[in-house]
């Protein structure tokens, strides 16, 4: 599994961004898609994550802000970011999870996101 993540960049405080991520390989239909962030000095969380059946899950920090969705075919997830603050500058990867026997984790190449204030 290959994932590209894009849609990166550079927004003032209180902006909007759209990152798109395509997967492509052998996916499992029950995978679940999400997003990820790690900020200079910080651990990788959580964003937001949308499982095959469609059932959303945000961090606090994020919930009521970005939007996650998955299209028809399930092998590209988007974030809809809006009202982006300085705290949401991080690098955002993409992830694809399976769980079947073991879980295995996917990761795409992480695209920069930067709120200026």
């Known amino acids: 599994v290959q994932l590209q993540a894009s849609g990166g960049g550079l927004v003032q405080d209180g902006g909007s961004l759209r990152l798109s991520c395509a997967a492509s390989?052998?996916?499992?239909?029950?995978?679940?898609m999400g997003w990820y962030r790690q900020a200079p000095g910080k651990h990788r969380e959580l964003v937001a994550n949308v499982t095959s059946s469609g059932t959303t899950v945000y961090s606090d920090a994020v919930k009521g802000r970005f939007t996650i969705s998955r299209d028809g075919a399930q092998n590209t997830v988007y974030l809809q970011m809006n009202s982006l603050k300085p705290e949401d500058t991080a690098v955002y990867y993409c992830?694809?999870?399976?769980?079947?026997?073991?879980?295995?984790?996917?990761w795409g190449q992480g695209t920069l996101v930067t709120v200026s204030s």
């Open positions: 390989g052998s996916i499992f239909s029950g995978s679940s």
């Open positions: 992830n694809v999870r399976e769980v079947r026997v073991a879980v295995i984790d996917y």
